[in-house]
């Protein structure tokens, strides 16, 4: 075996939806060798890729794939999370809904972000089967395209009459100007698989003789002298090394990012001494107020059996009604993540834009030891209106003679209580060390995504949305990755 890296000029730490953008841009100059940990399993070919299937989600009990997290969703209610642990991350486990932000979305984003920046990041990183016009791209290495109806399992088509019928409008493309509607969602799906960044991105860079890509290595700490970054610590086989580097390109996701930070001493003065971790820098907002998409189920029994299809993925069609994200799951959540003991299929009831923040904090200086993760959600009384609104909706369309004929609803209740009882949530955290201007106590990144006051350290991640976006992050996370690249290489 030939021996371990110890210095790169680039160490990229986490291989997931943003990491593997970083480093196959990064190494396309022949000349910057470029090193990229991830600290879950990895594969060499398209052939080898082991959660290529989009019409399931890789992530129950026991899976090699995915990361759980002891999580508390709102005061006493307590949860799991997970977040993807293979090369490709989350994205390569995800549900396959690969929609942008909208243009309000990116008013919360410094002015270099506006819509109108972005756009054409957003153009060159799609390859949109159904939409050929200025708006969209058709080149790019992440593969577009959205079920037609024909081909709609048959929960999917009659909630789209349903909602059609209860005088929601149309919307063909949820990558268009974001006015919301019930419309087909847009996937990262080609053939039969779901393409993740490790797939559209890594692969095709991957003989390049100045890449090296290292799976089952998880980065213990970032190593400074001063404020300059000097290197990383890594553990693989149980062996743990040093690698020289001037620059690390964070991209270990929103709850690894903020958590190596912290036990490398960037992060909140006061928390890092309690823990017993020699203070870099105070940075207080690294793992401070990250914000996700609260989701509250509506469950339901299927009268008889119900059409899905070899093609149906995870969710195909959605209703976008004010803040709300209305999602018609194709199968019972036992069905698409295996193991995890949700026999009944559910209406999903995703609060988009919301109030509440959360926080990520060490529970010990140690890396084995789990974060302690809070997300206060439906604390303010607009949030809990919201998602009280979002049950009336979906109750309304579980009633319709559409999908009334097809199921029966196990709960009419619109209410506080019934919200904390069906709370989860998308999977969709940001902003844990988010972006933002120098008045911004809080902000940890410039808006160039290099961390404030340090040399040589940047991230790439969706930790540096400055709020989740009113969509699901996947698309906006590839967008920031070729952004950040692309400032790297300037
Ligand atoms: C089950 C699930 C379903 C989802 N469905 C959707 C969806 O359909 N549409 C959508 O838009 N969004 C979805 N999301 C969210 C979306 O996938 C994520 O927001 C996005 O992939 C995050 O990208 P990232 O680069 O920030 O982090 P990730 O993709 O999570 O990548 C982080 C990577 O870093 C690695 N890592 C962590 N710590 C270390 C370390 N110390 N050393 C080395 N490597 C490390 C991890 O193993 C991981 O591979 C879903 C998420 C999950 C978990």
Redesign the pocket.
Known sequence: MADPIRAADVVV???????CVVAARLSENPARSVLL????PGYRSVSDCPVLDYRT?P?GPGSVF??TYGVELAPSVPSAM??????????????????RGTEADFRHWPASWSYENVLPAFRALERDADFDDSRHGTTGPMPVRRQPAERLSEISAAFRAAALGAGHPEEPDKNGDGAGGVGPVPLNVDGDRRVSTAVAYLLPAWGRPNLTVEAN????RILFSGNETVGVE?ESDGVRRTVRTGRVVL????V?TPV?LMLSGIGPAEHLMDNGIPIVLDAPGVGSEFSDHPEVALPYRIRDSLRRDDTSP??ETVLNVGDLEIRPYTAPFDVLVPGSGQPDPILGIGLMVTDSRGDIRLTSGHRRDRPRIEYRYAQSAADRRALREGQAIGSELLRSPELGSLLEPLTREVSDRAVLAHLGT?????GSCRMGGRDDVGAVVDEWCNVRGMEGLTIA???VFPVVPS?????T?VMV?ERVSTFLRE
């Open positions: 730490v986490g291989g997931g939806s943003s990491g940990l991830e600290s879950g989600l992530v995915a990361e997970v977040r993807g642990h293979v090369l490709g991350g989350s994205g390569a486990v995800n549900g396959a809904y690969f929609v290595s998880d980065v213990v890594v991209a270990a996701g929103p690894e190596l995870v969710v998308s999977l969709h955290m940001c991640d969706t930790s969509r699901g992050p996947h698309a996370a990755a």
